[in-house]
């Protein structure tokens, strides 16, 4: 959090999409523009604070698509990419770089807002578009990937979501031991044992909810 809101770094080579983030920003309270460039490079340099979320554009010049999100993560900021183009392997590679989530460029202001929200408070976010392109790998993940019974799956997309085990004890009327004893499985199943990671195989394998657009390790 900065010093008036939450603080949101751009980084866009576009100006007028650029001005207006911006602008979304200044016009929202509770969020503040911590610094804005056209590269990694240029924001790095302008930046005041330390941990922002940074809207990131994969195709900006210099370091660019999972490469920039690393380096922006390196520099210890959570990055919610925007882009213009959403493919599989785009979404999937930036979130393996570090990714919390991964707009459209036709998102509308509620929704980035919403999804800086998300970062904010631990969770990841897809964007519907992006969420319903991956999980139209869905099907044919289940059936290379069979290993999982449907309640594991459940509880799979569930981590994804961000949930904790209480939390999603209480969405299947389980037990949180239960719960625990289902994770147990999923890991000696996939050989995957960080929930972090955890959240990565779900994606992969199109195991995310379609109730529900976020994601979170």
């Known amino acids: 959090m900065g010093a008036t809101g939450i603080a949101v770094g751009v980084v866009e080579d576009h100006p007028l999409y650029r001005a207006a983030l911006a602008a979304l920003l200044a016009e929202e309270p509770g969020f503040e523009l911590d610094a804005a460039g056209e590269s990694v490079a240029e924001f790095a340099a302008r930046r005041r604070s330390t941990d922002c979320v940074v809207l990131l554009d994969l195709n900006v010049p210099e370091v660019r698509d999972a490469a920039a999100v690393m380096e922006v993560v390196r520099l210890g900021h959570r990055v919610l990419v925007i882009s213009a183009h959403a493919s599989r392997a785009q979404v999937l590679g930036a979130m393996d770089a570090g990714a919390r989530g991964f707009l459209c460029k036709d998102a509308e202001g509620a929704e980035i807002l919403r999804a800086i929200r998300e970062v904010v408070a ?23 990937y069979p290993e999982l019974s449907v309640r594991e799956i459940e509880v799979l997309s569930r981590v994804a979501a961000g949930e904790r085990d209480r939390d999603i004890a209480e969405d299947l009327a389980i037990s949180v031991r239960t719960v625990r004893s289902y ?19 779900a994606i992969r394998h199109g195991h995310v909810r379609a109730d529900k657009p976020l994601l979170s390790a």
């Open 122 to 144: 631990g969770r990841r976010y897809l964007s519907p578009t992006v969420a319903s392109f991956v999980l139209d790998a869905s099907e044919r993940s289940r059936a290379q």
């Open 183 to 201: 994770l147990d499985r999923i890991r000696d199943k996939t050989g995957v044992r960080r929930r972090s990671d955890l959240t990565r195989y």
